[in-house]
């Protein structure tokens, strides 16, 4: 299982920017696929989660700022990010989990930072 993650750069305060992450190869219809994000000096953190069905988990730092959404025909996941605030400056991972037989796979990171 490989994820690719497309999008990250340079965000401006109040801006929005979209994250994308492909994943390919043997995975199960029924995942979960996530993005996660690492600040300097801190542990990675969950941003936002979605299930094959729609359920969706956030952080309580991006409620009403970020949505996350998924393609399941095109196997990605999509992070809409709106409201940026330069605490959302990190290094930003997608992942996938399967349950079914407790899989992880994350993607490679890409660098977002927010500053005007």
């Known amino acids: 299982v490989q994820l690719q993650a497309f999008g990250g750069g340079l965000g401006q305060p109040g801006g929005s920017l979209r994250l994308s992450c492909a994943v390919s190869g043997s995975i199960f219809n029924s995942n979960a696929m996530g993005w996660y994000r690492q600040a300097p000096g801190k542990q990675r953190e969950l941003v936002a989660i979605?299930?094959?069905?729609?359920?969706?988990n956030y952080a309580d730092s991006v409620k009403g700022r970020f949505t996350i959404s998924r393609d399941n025909a095109k196997n990605t996941v999509y992070l809409q990010m709106n409201s940026l605030k330069p605490e959302d400056t990190a290094v930003y991972y997608c992942q996938y989990y399967s349950d079914y037989d407790d899989f992880t796979a994350w993607g490679q990171g890409t660098q977002f930072t927010v500053s005007s």
């Open positions: 979605i299930t094959t069905e729609g359920s969706t």
